[in-house]
């Protein structure tokens, strides 16, 4: 057994020119207060006041004296490798694309610029981790047939949904035998950076998850079967609009206005991830899913 880092939870691959590489990682800062939002007596809404669960950012290693935890928010996490890190091409297709899910109004997506991220005590937009030199591949596929609400139709006949990818899983080529992971702070406490060491046969997880302190059993298997009626849709897959900019665009600039305008599909809400309830009764699916931006 080789390292291995699995990536689970609100998350975005960023692929290189091309489609075959990844060169960065990103997790939205998805605790308390969402961007734009706003907080009623029913808890955090996203823009669009569909419900908003907090997520936390962080990395798990396992030890045989007791796991170790370390908290993300607002970390800048770079692995001491060369290169980006090499993905086949497969994929690319194995995650929702959030830029796609609303081309269809002809709104091009852009990632929001470093100077448009606001550092704060708590965090930033994102955590940033650029997973260096190595191999991504996709982890196998759920079997229920998603759809991205507002995109996957034509001539106004639904687009078949299909299997998406829960996580991803990264391992170096060739042999490695360790790996220095250092995590710089980027907020306003200014903490010195941290370097971990993994050894041969190592394994960690970086995660975004509703639970801060997740089990190497929890990020291992896509175990949760959630309540559904009608149609199961992934609210929290919305945390990733924070990490997106809207492209060459001067009317209704910001997300509240745009979903205001009615523009969209007529209709007040962001695209997400849906899937038929008599399609789930059987499977079972990660509690939020992945994104890729292709062609930085």
Avoid at 106 to 125: A, H, I, M, N, W
Avoid at 181 to 202: E, F, M, N, W, Y
Avoid at 268 to 291: G, I, N, Y
Wanted: charged residues 25%; aromatic residues 8%.
């Amino acid at each position: 057994m080789a390292i291995e880092i699995v990536f689970r939870g609100v998350a975005m691959f960023v692929c290189g020119r091309g489609n075959t590489t990844v060169t960065k990682v990103l997790f939205p800062n998805a605790e308390g207060k969402p961007d734009e939002g706003t907080k009623d007596t029913d808890g955090f809404k996203h823009a669009d006041k569909t419900r908003a669960t907090p997520h936390y950012a962080g990395l798990l290693i396992p030890r045989p004296d007791g796991d170790e935890y370390h908290k993300l928010l607002g970390v800048d996490v770079n692995f001491i490798s060369t290169g980006d890190a090499i993905v086949d091409g497969t994929f690319i297709d194995s995650f929702p694309s959030l830029k796609k899910a609303t081309n269809r109004e002809g709104y091009e997506l852009e990632l929001l610029p470093l100077d448009k991220e606001e550092p704060s005590v708590d965090g930033r937009v994102a955590t940033r981790i650029k997973p260096l030199g190595g191999r991504l591949t996709a982890l196998e596929k759920i079997q229920a047939p998603f759809s991205i609400d507002g995109h996957h139709t034509k001539d106004d006949e639904d687009i078949p949904g299909r299997p998406y990818s829960p996580g991803a899983k990264w391992t170096p080529v060739g042999t490695l035998p360790s790996l220095d992971i250092v995590l710089t702070d980027r907020t306003a406490q200014h903490k010195p950076p941290k370097t971990i060491t993994l050894g041969r046969d190592s394994k960690a997880f970086f995660y975004n998850f509703e639970n801060g302190i997740p089990t190497q059993a929890q990020l291992e298997h896509v175990d949760h079967d959630p309540p559904c009626e009608g149609h199961l849709i992934d609210h929290d897959w919305k945390w990733l609009y924070g990490l997106m900019a809207r492209k060459n665009t001067t009317d209704h600039p910001n997300w509240p206005e745009w979903l205001k305008s009615g523009r969209f599909h007529r209709r007040h809400e962001f695209p997400a991830p849906k899937a038929r309830c008599e399609d789930m009764r059987l499977v079972s699916v990660s509690t939020c899913f992945q994104t890729v931006l292709g062609d930085e």
